[in-house]
């Protein structure tokens, strides 16, 4: 015979389950007075100060915060590279700048063609670009940079047109560049 399932087996949970409904409804109800009486203390507090400050003409200064948004993101922001000081001009001066150690303007467009760790062996890929036809140049790397890369870089370029062809000429030279910005 198959045991029944009598309502005196669930009494005892039907009753703990009943008791935790009522407490609840009751803690519930109580919150509710409260907070009733605190939101009209509120309500007629607010009330009052919006009537003082009526009577009272705000200066439009007042209404604008000491600082912008704008002016509050600058304060933050890390200083720019800067170029390191001029040196005195000696009497047999280099050829062209070989090296750049300033960052070109935002809407410039430079392809990097390789980061080689010798100086040498970014000079002689320079030559090599410029022999066959590329205008390009060397970033040199931080002087306290613990792993120091030469950055050979072909551009720079003020329109995409031109950046597009001279990407497809390198591709075909055998270089595999990279878009800088």
Same mark, same amino acid.
Request: net charge neutral.
């Given at each position: ?23 609840c409804?009751?803690f ?6 409260v907070g ?5 203390k !509120?309500? *007629? %507090? +607010?009330a ?6 009526a009577?009272? =003409?705000? &200066?439009?200064?007042? #209404? $604008? ?11 933050e ?24 150690? !300033?960052? *070109? %303007? +935002?809407n410039m ?5 390789a980061?080689? =760790?010798? &100086?040498?062996?970014? #000079? $002689? ?57």
């Open positions: 015979m198959e045991e029944q399932t009598t309502w005196k087996a669930h009494s005892f949970t039907l009753l703990v389950f009943g008791g935790i409904v009522v407490l409804s009751i519930f109800i109580l919150g509710m007075l009733r009486t605190q939101g009209e !509120l309500a *007629s %507090a +607010a009052e100060e919006s009537a003082a400050k009577g009272a =003409r705000p &200066s439009p200064r007042d #209404d $604008k915060p000491d600082l912008t948004f704008y002016e509050s993101v600058q304060k922001r890390k200083p720019a590279l800067e170029a390191p000081p001029a040196k005195a001009v000696d009497a047999d001066p280099e050829p062209p700048s070989k090296r750049v150690a !300033l960052v *070109s %303007a +935002a467009i430079n392809y990097q063609i980061a080689l =760790r010798k &100086s040498s062996d970014a #000079d $002689k890929l320079l030559e090599d670009v410029k022999q066959k036809g590329f205008k390009g140049f060397i970033i040199a790397p931080p002087p306290d940079e613990q792993n120091p890369f030469y950055r050979v870089q072909v551009g720079p370029f003020s329109d995409t047109i031109e950046a597009a062809d001279t990407k497809k000429k390198l591709e075909d030279a055998g270089y595999k560049p990279i878009l800088r910005k």
